[in-house]
């Protein structure tokens, strides 16, 4: 039996947490190519990718225009700047939607996808022990589900690696000016990438209000970052949009609206299936253009959930069930359970950082759609594997030492049962002499 000094040993060995990263990559370079193959069979590389698009225009020198490439060149605000600028940069140095810029893109979320594989063990080692962080990162690192999500072209990959820094990163940073200024700068280009990672500072209150003042800097920092955004927008499209993107109304409409066939098995899981539709979803869009087009499919929304506010409740438990157990309910329902009970008996920050990302960071996908449900759940997910292995060894540890009591009485019963054939037990012998 190895000692638990030696096993510490052997999980972080710095050979094993390679080959941990090679394996990881290994899998996602079968699943890139796979993807860049299908894309390469559909005879448009770009299809439907609202980032790609943005970012042609961006190369050609036309400005963040047009998500969409049937729609004039225009303003927009559909997206956050921060992947399709990413993607103009490579479109710029090997080709504006190219072959070799795709397969450039694929590969750059390969990478980040591999190195978060790295980045969970540390968390769990962080958090709870080098055990469930080293069986947490190879599930990543080898479940095709994860790793296909990891290659698509999305902001995806690159924003999990950010939850899994900040996880890093925050409880540790020292009461300092420049870091704080640093994390506030860090922080507002994450929300540019994802607005959705706004969540980490409600998040990260245990750890916040601790250093109060330091907080309030590094808020400061992000919203003036946010705010030039917020500042083009509305220069470019006459709005502000808080959430640093105007289509919210039209992922509303896109999953609450008359014409969405509950029976239409429109998703690769039928747990989301009949809870979205895309079918004549963009009408009126040229005529109309973004900013009233979006306006009228928001209101369009609101009217068929008044309307329908059983199918919304329906389909919105749907949606909740796809978001939490697709595509494998046989491994994710049991993860899941595991990874929530064990937030709430986590003290402290931790405690907090978990219970809010698991019940805010899901509600907009509950109540508009889920198309793309692994890619949605990307960023929580090395959480939920984590924390689900903490509760296993919580458990482990807790029916360990009942054995070892367990044991301890057996033997201690045993003794006393062979001092009582001889009519005396040790007690007794004590009180004689």
């Known amino acids: 039996m190895f000692s638990a000094s030696s096993r510490s040993k052997v999980f972080n060995s710095p050979l094993l947490l390679i080959l941990l990263v090679v394996a990881s990559l290994s899998v996602r370079a079968v699943m890139a190519g796979r993807f860049i193959a299908l894309r390469q069979q559909a005879g448009t590389l770009f299809y439907g990718n609202e980032p790609g698009h943005i970012a042609a225009h961006l190369a050609k020198g036309e400005g963040f225009a047009s998500p969409y490439a049937w729609t004039p060149v225009a303003p927009t ?3 956050p700047p921060l992947y399709p600028l990413l993607l103009a940069i490579i479109f710029k140095v090997f080709g504006v939607l190219s072959l070799r810029s795709l397969q450039v893109i694929v590969w750059l979320n390969a990478v980040a996808g ?4 790295l980045l969970i063990y540390w968390v769990g080692r962080r958090y709870v022990s080098a055990h469930v962080g080293f069986l947490a990162a190879w599930i990543w690192a080898l479940s095709p589900a994860i790793a296909a999500t990891d290659v698509f072209i999305s902001n995806y990959a690159i924003a999990t690696l950010l939850v899994l820094l900040w996880l890093l990163v925050v409880p540790e940073l020292p009461a300092s000016s420049k870091a ?7 922080a507002g280009l994450a929300m540019l990438l994802n607005s959705m990672l706004v969540i980490l500072y409600p998040a990260s209150y245990g750890w916040l209000i601790r250093k109060k003042r330091c907080a ?3 808020l400061t920092t992000t919203f003036l970052v946010m705010a030039l955004w917020m500042a083009r927008n509305y220069f470019a499209l006459g709005h502000v949009y808080p959430l640093l993107r105007d289509n919210f109304g039209l992922e509303l409409y896109i999953g609450n609206h008359a014409e969405i066939n509950d029976s239409q ?3 690769a899981w039928r747990l989301c299936a009949g809870t979205y539709s895309y079918v004549n979803v963009y009408d009126g869009l040229v005529e109309m253009g973004e900013v009233r087009f979006f306006q009228k499919r928001t209101r369009d929304a609101i009217a068929y959930i008044r309307a329908r506010p ?3 409740l329906q389909r919105s438990a749907k949606r909740f069930a796809a978001f939490w157990l697709a595509p494998y309910p046989w491994f994710y329902l049991p993860v899941t359970l595991l990874a929530w009970l064990e937030a709430r008996q986590t003290p402290g920050p931790p405690g907090i950082f978990l219970v809010v990302m698991f019940a805010a960071y899901p509600m907009a996908f509950y109540v508009t759609q889920i198309a793309w449900v692994t890619s949605y759940r990307h960023p929580i997910e090395p959480l939920l594997l984590v924390f689900a292995g903490a509760f296993l060894r919580r458990y482990a540890l807790r029916l360990g030492r009942l054995r070892l009591r367990a044991r301890a ?3 201690a019963g045993s003794e006393d049962f062979a001092e009582g054939r001889h009519g005396l037990s040790f007690a007794h012998f004590g009180r004689i002499i």
Do not use: I, Y
Request: hydrophobic share 65%.
């Open 77 to 79: 605000a559909q997206q």
């Open 114 to 117: 591999a190195a978060a594989s």
């Open 180 to 186: 704080w200024v640093l994390l506030g700068l860090a």
């Open 216 to 218: 309030v800097v590094a």
């Open 265 to 267: 098995p429109v998703c």
């Open 310 to 312: 059983g199918k919304f």
């Open 409 to 411: 009485a057996t033997a």
